[in-house]
């Protein structure tokens, strides 16, 4: 069955300081990936997206993520972190099959920012 | 280009009522999928539709239904609703059925006691 794993439930990192969030899916073929953020009581915003091709994908708001098939990873990165991006951040993978648009979440990984 | 929108923002109902749910897609797009958030999890699939007809269907009991209407906007109902129904409903509408970049509304904060 298709998931998606998120490890880290909580995430503290200084102002200033690069991130890296990891994310780890399973999935038969080659997937659609995605990476979503969340502030309070919000909805999801796309951050970037992997369909095919060039496995370093560049998103919004500075952050990049890098797809490697034999890792079966979607890690995002930001290389300097800013007060206004501590929220939760979603990797997600996308179902195919009779599932149509489905997409699959991992469980959130709720990043804080130290001044 | 007006955004996916969704009403009520927040709703209060006790065990066994029924609840309904609405959804306006972002203009251009004809698809919308409902997700249930409980509270420290990740969005959950509910449903999609595509073109007014329902298009993949997740892990919930019949209780759960929902609506495309012409213009595209969508509907989710839930029966006999029980405590843990309580959760955040969130809308995300596409272009094309199966299409996976979906945009999200601000989402329907439910509670139910």
């Known amino acids: 069955a298709q998931s998606v794993t998120q490890p880290d439930i909580h995430i503290t990192v200084s102002e200033g300081a690069s991130l890296e969030l990891r994310c780890n899916y399973s999935?038969?073929?080659?997937?659609?990936l995605f990476w979503y953020v969340q502030s309070p009581g919000q909805g999801l915003q796309l951050l970037l997206k992997?369909?095919?091709?060039?496995?370093l994908v560049q998103g919004i708001k500075g952050f990049e993520a890098e797809f490697k098939r034999s890792q079966s990873s979607f890690n995002l990165r930001k290389p300097s972190v800013h007060w206004s991006d501590a929220a939760e951040y979603f990797c997600?993978?996308?179902?195919?099959?009779?599932?149509?648009?489905?997409?699959?979440f991992g469980q959130g990984t709720e990043l804080s920012v130290k001044p | 280009e007006t955004g996916v929108t969704q009403s009520p923002t927040h709703l209060i109902k006790t065990r066994g009522q029924q609840v309904t749910l609405r959804c306006s897609s972002q203009s251009g797009h004809n698809t919308v999928s409902w997700y249930q958030q409980a509270l420290g999890q990740g969005p959950q699939f509910i449903f999609q539709?595509?073109?007014?007809?329902?298009?993949g269907r997740g892990n919930f009991p019949p209780r759960f239904s929902g609506l495309q209407f012409p213009n595209y906007s969508s509907e989710l109902n839930v029966n006999a609703l029980e405590l843990d129904d309580s959760a955040l409903y969130l809308c995300a509408s596409s272009s094309g059925g199966g299409s996976h970049e979906q945009f999200f509304g601000p989402g329907t904060r439910l509670t139910v006691l």
């Open positions: 992997y369909f095919s091709g060039d496995t």
């Open positions: 999935y038969g073929a080659t997937p659609y």
């Open positions: 997600a993978v996308g179902a195919t099959g009779n599932q149509g648009g489905k997409l699959i």
């Open positions: 539709y595509y073109r007014e007809e329902e298009n």
